[in-house]
């Protein structure tokens, strides 16, 4: 069983930066993604970005492509989402995701993931 715990969250004004984090702990797999999912009360879930194991390939949400960077560390268990430039649309819970032996057609989506994080809270206002 992977757990993931994200941090990082908060209150950030429009055109503000906030980095998230996400650690995984829990049996290795191999050809994993992992990635982020964001959710406003009311909507469905929203990719965000994945990264894959090798860390060689990043794939992102056209509404955040730009202004938002996913990376990994060495360990390849801790996920990181800078965000910059953000919008009061950006709002939202944003859950971090982990998906063994994920397809590249499932990257965008939420049944390419097996694990999923509580969330964290963000929030974009002036």
């Known amino acids: 069983q992977v757990q993931l715990v994200e941090s990082g969250g908060g209150l950030v004004q429009p055109g503000g930066s906030l980095r998230l984090s996400c650690a995984a702990s829990g049996p290795t797999f191999s050809r994993y993604a992992m990635g982020w999912f964001r959710q406003v009360p009311g909507k469905e879930r929203e990719f965000v970005a994945a990264?894959?194991?090798?860390?060689?390939?990043?794939y992102y949400a056209d509404s955040v492509k730009g202004r938002f960077t996913i990376s990994a560390d060495n360990t390849k268990k801790n996920v990181y989402l800078q965000m910059n430039s953000l919008r009061t649309e950006d709002t939202a819970v944003y859950y971090c995701v982990h998906g063994p032996n994920i397809i590249t057609s499932s990257i965008p989506r939420e049944l390419g993931y097996r694990y999923w994080g509580q969330g964290v809270q963000v929030t974009v206002s002036s």
């Open positions: 990264i894959r194991w090798s860390g060689a390939t990043t």
